[in-house]
């Protein structure tokens, strides 16, 4: 099995992008912090479907952590990531060090207002900013034709989006179904700091949103359902659940009009880690 090529510098990562494009060629790129799981590779497999040559970019963003010990502790692990990678295959992994992404006197921050700033946003002051931020480099840095995310972190797909709208970037977004083990939890690579016992637990976040979901399509209210969700995540063994919210699938605004698409999204703290979720409603 050959590994994909793993390149350290924009200058080298775009002498690579401008002979493929020169021969007419598309790109596409998948964004991630690394310590990979099926998830990621979904969005990988879809690129490459999708495009001549496909970028997996692998960055512990700083600047997208409001706690400094998560920085610390995110798990690394790129040799397996890389051979992961190799199965797809990817073209290229870009794996800059924080000095290549932002030097000495980096001065700016991209902010997408509105869509970033209820839920995560104001759980996590900051961090869309950051996510942003470094999205907004990747895609100048890759000259990607097509960008990958999923829709796990449905907030953040909603915030990308509008960044690309509204600053013109010529990249095409795609939005990729979530993937789920077998007793429906998201995958996620915060998953493997849960305890055995909080690993049997955390497939009750997406049971219980899913059973709100279907109540409030089959008449029951808004709150009430929402209220029994919170109820059964509770009584099920989490330490506390952060927000429980059906939002405006787009704009992410509260939302009592089923003529529009919209979104239940969730946060619960099990084991110290948090967990997010998100379906349609």
């Known amino acids: 099995m050959t590994l994909p090529l793993i390149l350290r510098s924009v200058a080298d990562l775009r002498q690579h992008v401008r002979a493929w494009k020169s021969a007419g060629q598309t790109v596409g790129v998948v964004p991630t912090m690394g310590a990979l799981h099926d998830g990621h590779l979904s969005l990988a497999r879809a690129a490459r479907a999708e495009c001549d040559r496909v970028i997996t ?51 700016t921050t991209v902010s997408v207002s509105g869509v970033s700033e209820p839920l995560e946003g104001r759980m996590r002051p900051g961090h869309f900013d950051g996510v942003a931020t470094v999205v907004t480099k990747l895609f100048g840095m890759t000259m990607a034709d097509r960008g990958y995310f999923g829709q796990k972190d449905w907030q953040q797909l909603q915030v990308v989006l509008r960044l690309v709208r509204d600053l013109n970037l010529p990249v095409h977004i795609v939005g990729c179904e979530t993937i789920r083990e077998d007793d429906g939890l998201a995958m996620s690579s915060r998953n493997l700091r849960l305890t055995a016992a909080g690993r049997a637990k955390a497939p009750v976040l997406y049971a219980a949103v899913t059973a709100a979901a279907a109540d409030i399509r089959a008449g029951q209210s808004d709150r009430m359902a929402i209220r029994e969700a919170a109820e059964a995540i509770r009584a099920a063994g989490f330490d506390r659940v952060e927000y429980i919210e059906l939002r405006d699938a787009e704009t992410l605004m509260p939302s009592d009009d089923p003529t529009r698409p919209r979104r239940m999204l969730a946060a619960a703290w099990l084991d110290g880690v948090r967990l997010i979720d998100n379906i349609p409603v």
């Not at 997208?64 to 397996?80: G, I, T, V």
Request: negative net charge; proline residues 14%.
């Open 57 to 107: 970019t692998i960055f512990v963003n700083p600047k997208q952590f409001n706690n400094p010990e998560d920085l610390k502790h995110y798990p690394r692990s790129e040799e397996a990531d890389a051979a992961l990678l190799a199965t797809v295959p990817v073209d290229v992994i870009f794996a800059p060090q924080p000095e290549e992404v932002y030097p000495d006197g980096f001065a």
